[in-house]
Each structure stands twice: as structure tokens, then as C-alpha cells.
């Protein structure tokens, strides 16, 4: 028996639907508070931090044996009052693990499921086809600069990694505009706007169109490229890197070159709708080896 922790986004669809084209038994869960639009009429089994001991017995009883945790999910406050008696001999831990970055908290949490003989299993996994092969996905091809600013870009991420802060930063000619922190890389993108302009919904809700960029920033120069990818040594299989049509949207919006990412470890959700939206916006799609 399967289980998925559904979380915000795309991706949870995207599981869902392999694992009713295969025809695999699962159970629907949530952690209270980052509710999926996947769900649909699904029953659900929600739970808490502070009960994920009594989530993972439940689990157990149901007989699962592998789970998929799929979909953004924040990092949830403990309440020390709501702690049931199964949880609480998990608490030290998960206070410690609380403390430490997110793939630190996350490894955490992968290993109470396995001491319970249940194995985590990457969205990656289920979907393989969300990993796009290497190359040029679009008509628009990096230039000279830009490659030396992947490059530059995987030197910065790998040094956040010693922090176990982010996965993508931005760079422009050599120069570091921006890196992903807890926010996230939206609100990254965001950060190189005058005033920090507020993204445009409006726009959000379209798949092609857009006709120019925000104003930067006066301290920010023009152009660059978004780099996405796996910290050295990350737990993919909870926590791998996503970009999809949203992230072209705001990279067109906020002036960017292109968008690079690291093949085998960042997925790409509807991977047609990027590469239109980014051949109409001018924008390049690399997927570096």
C-alpha cells in the first residue's frame, strides 16, 4: 500500500494521476494547514506535527509500506500542548531537527517513517518523466556570458549548501543578484524589482502575452539567469527542486535571460507550457549537465 503527503502545487496532481494509471492503492494525507487542491473528494488522512507518531501507526495498521511526499509544505510551529503519547518519544529529535536547515529537518523525518518500515519514495521516482533530458529546451540559446554564469551560479549554491540554505540563486555577469532563502525562489525574483513591485496576478493567470519586464531595481543590473539546483548531498527524495510555467511566468516579468537547471535532480512540471511561455518571452531553458 502507498501513501502520498500531498502538499501546495502542481506535483501532488501529477503523482496522483501515475498511481491511478497504474492502477496503485493509496491513501490521501495532509499535514494540518497545507492543504492540497489534489485532494479533490478524496478522504483524507490529516495530521500534525505533534502527532506524527500516531500518523505513522496509523499508516503501519493500514499497511503501507512506501510513501511519497509531494508539493511545497512549510516548516511547521510545535505546540508543545498538543504532543500526544506516541509522538513524544520522537520529540527530542524533532526538536533538534527543527533547529537545523531543511534538508537537516527533513532527514529527520524521512528516518521516523523508516524505523517504522516505511520507505520514501521521490516524487521523481514515480514521475522519471519530470526530469527533462539535457540541453537547450528553446529557440533562445545562452550566450557566452551566460554559461560562465551557470557556472559561477553552481559555485554559490554548493557554498549556501555549507548553510543548508536554498537551491537557486540569481547571477548576472559574474555578479550574484540574489539567492533563495526561506521565501523561496518568487519571493527571490521579487527582491530584484524596484520598491519590490508586487508580482501582477493578472499577468500570473496568463500562459503567454506578457509584453516587458518590471522595473529593476537602480542598484540591480538588467538581465540574468535563474540557476536552480540540488544542494550537494540534498534528500531528494522529499526535497528535489521544482520549476514550472509559473517560474518562466516571473522570470519573463522580472526581466531575466533565461533559466538554467541542473539534469537529473530539479523537476520541470508541464514542461511544453515552460518551453512555450519562454520561446514567446525570449527567454532560454537550459538543462545543464
Known amino acids: ?39 479533490g473528494d478524496m478522504p483524507v488522512l490529516r495530521f500534525r506535527i505533534e502527532t506524527l507518531g500516531s500518523f505513522i501507526a496509523t499508516l503501519r495498521e493500514r499497511g503501507v509500506s512506501q510513501i511519497c511526499f509531494a508539493g511545497r509544505v512549510g516548516r511547521p510551529p510545535l505546540d508543545p500542548s498538543k504532543i500526544d503519547a506516541v509522538t513524544m518519544p520522537l520529540v527530542p529529535r524533532m526538536m533538534a531537527a527543527l533547529q537545523q536547515g531543511d534538508d537537516a529537518a527533513l532527514r529527520t523525518l524521512l528516518s ?45 549554491i ?49 500562459a503567454v502575452g506578457y509584453g516587458g519586464a518590471l522595473k529593476r531595481a537602480r542598484e540591480v543590473p538588467e538581465g540574468g539567469i535563474l540557476i536552480k539546483a540540488a544542494k550537494p548531498g540534498q534528500e531528494l527524495r522529499i ?11 516571473r522570470a519573463a516579468q522580472v526581466g531575466l535571460d533565461g533559466v538554467v537547471i541542473e539534469a537529473g535532480r530539479v523537476m520541470m512540471l508541464d514542461a511544453p507550457t515552460c518551453i512555450q511561455i519562454a520561446d514567446a518571452q525570449g527567454l532560454f531553458i537550459w538543462v545543464k549537465a
Request: aromatic share 6%; with cysteine; charged share 25%.
Open 158 to 206: 554548493a557554498a549556501m549548501a555549507q548553510a543548508d540554505v536554498g537551491q537557486s540563486c540569481i547571477v548576472a555577469r559574474g555578479q550574484a543578484l540574489a539567492i533563495e532563502a526561506s521565501p523561496g525562489t518568487d519571493w527571490m525574483m521579487q527582491s530584484l524589482m524596484r520598491e519590490n513591485a508586487p508580482l501582477n496576478p493578472d499577468f500570473m493567470a496568463k
Open 1 to 39: 500500500m502507498f501513501a502520498i503527503v500531498a502538499g501546495e502545487g502542481a506535483l501532488p496532481a501529477l503523482v496522483i494521476d501515475h498511481l491511478r494509471d497504474t492502477d496503485t492503492l493509496f491513501h490521501f494525507c495532509e499535514l494540518e494547514g497545507y492543504g492540497s487542491d489534489a485532494r
Open 112 to 156: 521516523f517513517f523508516e524505523e517504522a518500515g516505511i520507505n520514501s519514495v521521490g516524487a521523481h521516482e514515480v514521475r522519471p518523466d519530470l526530469l527533462p533530458d539535457p540541453g537547450v529546451l528553446t529557440r533562445a540559446k545562452p550566450e557566452a556570458q551566460h554559461e560562465k554564469d551557470a557556472l559561477r551560479g553552481a559555485e554559490i
Open 239 to 249: 526535497d528535489m527542486p521544482v520549476i514550472g510555467p509559473d517560474t518562466l511566468r
